[in-house]
Structures are given as structure tokens and as C-alpha cells.
């Protein structure tokens, strides 16, 4: 029987996983949020969740926020500093 081929990542991938992992930390401290908070559990998706609704107050606004982290935008991350 003839193994399955391996599917290849993205030609992009994973040069975007390794900035956005670069990134994370500055990211985490203009967050203002303790070590430990984006763990990727459903507590993390839930105070993830409360900083979004703190910061954005519409879909429009989310969008943009989302499309400023894609590497193409000079917005600060420091917008999320707590208010």
C-alpha cells in the first residue's frame, strides 16, 4: 500500500508563525495582562474575549484590529493597554 503524501504548509506559514511568535510577548505586556493569561484555555478565550469588547466597539473596528496584526500596519500594539 502507498503511503499518503504529507501535506505542505503554506510557502508563507511559517515565516508568519515565527513573527507572531516573536511578537507575542510585547504583545502580551501591552496587554497589560499577568504572565500566564493567553494560555489557550478556555479562560484565556474568555478574558481574550473581554479585551476585545473593551477595546472594539463594533465589527468594523475588529476587523481593522484584525488586519493591523497581519505584519502590513504600523498600529502600535499599544492600543490594548488596559483603559
Do not use: Y
Amino acid at each position: 500500500m502507498d503511503e499518503a503524501p504529507q501535506p505542505s504548509l503554506a510557502p508563507d506559514l511559517s515565516a508568519w508563525m515565527e513573527a507572531r511568535s516573536q511578537q507575542f510577548t510585547n504583545w502580551r505586556q501591552d496587554t497589560g495582562a499577568l504572565k500566564g493569561t493567553w494560555d489557550f484555555s478556555p479562560a484565556s478565550l474568555a478574558a481574550l474575549e473581554e479585551l476585545v469588547r473593551a477595546h472594539c466597539h463594533s465589527e468594523q473596528q475588529i476587523h481593522t484590529g484584525r488586519m493591523s496584526c497581519s505584519g502590513k500596519s504600523t498600529t502600535p500594539t499599544s492600543r490594548w493597554k488596559p483603559t
